[in-house]
């Protein structure tokens, strides 16, 4: 089955640019989907199709995709990014959606 | 507004079954694929099942297929999750969330299950 590695933790300062990566297999040749969640509360989608934002996410969220690896990068991080997130993808070998195993995002 | 509300979780004994319902609004619910995303205490997501605007495709995590079964009532802009021969790794809230990205979601239901 289809496996999405993602770092447990990052650490980043105020005003830093924080990235988080997700490998898989090839994983450029899928679309990539990006999900930050709060403590108790549900998944919200800051990216997806590796580089696109729904409406109402800052532009401070963008994304990128090539080869192994999709990465998220957070620019001029804010308390508020304080969050978990997780990378998804449709992998079509199998008709599953795969989620990645997560990073927490510590503020300092 | 966009909104999915979960139902129907709850207590229940291994081996036992459980309906989930969500309910949507807000959006055109017959042109959104829908899934349920499923999350255990402390740990991350999983996917659980997907379902095609028209239900002409079905989609089922390895760990749930054969017991759990997911569908959906356009007129009545709802989805639904039954969960039959219930372990105790099935315990998680639940997630409704619409889209292939999944771009909504509900606030979930707790389902435990337990002895």
């Known amino acids: 089955s289809y496996v999405l590695t993602q770092p447990p933790s990052v650490s980043v300062a105020p005003g830093q640019t924080a990235r988080i990566t997700c490998g898989g297999n090839?994983?450029?040749?899928?679309?990539v989907h990006w999900y930050q969640q709060k403590p108790g509360q549900a998944p919200v989608l800051v990216v997806y199709?590796?580089?696109d934002r729904p409406s109402g996410i800052p532009e401070r969220f963008s994304g990128s995709n090539s080869g192994n690896t999709a990465t998220l990068t957070i620019s001029r991080v804010e308390a508020g990014d304080e969050a978990d997130y997780y990378c998804?993808?449709?992998?079509?070998?199998?008709?599953?959606?795969?989620f990645g195993t997560g990073t927490k995002v510590t503020v300092l | 507004e966009v909104q999915l509300v979960e139902s129907g979780g709850g207590l229940v004994k291994p081996g036992g079954s459980l309906r989930l319902s969500c309910a949507a609004s807000g959006f055109t619910f017959s042109s959104y694929s829908m899934n349920w995303v499923r999350q255990a205490p402390g740990k991350g997501l999983e996917w659980v099942s997907s379902i095609s605007s028209s239900s002409s495709y079905i989609y089922y995590a390895d760990s749930v297929k054969g017991r759990f079964t997911i569908s959906r009532d356009n007129a009545k802009n709802s989805l639904y999750l039954q969960m039959n021969s219930l372990r105790a790794e099935d315990t998680a809230v639940y997630y409704c969330?619409?889209?292939?990205?999944?771009?909504?979601w509900g606030q979930g239901t707790l389902v435990t299950v337990s002895s």
């Open positions: 998804q993808v449709w992998d079509s070998s199998s008709d599953h959606y795969v």
């Open positions: 090839n994983i450029g040749s899928k679309s």
């Open positions: 969330a619409a889209g292939v990205a999944f771009d909504y």
């Open positions: 199709d590796d580089s």
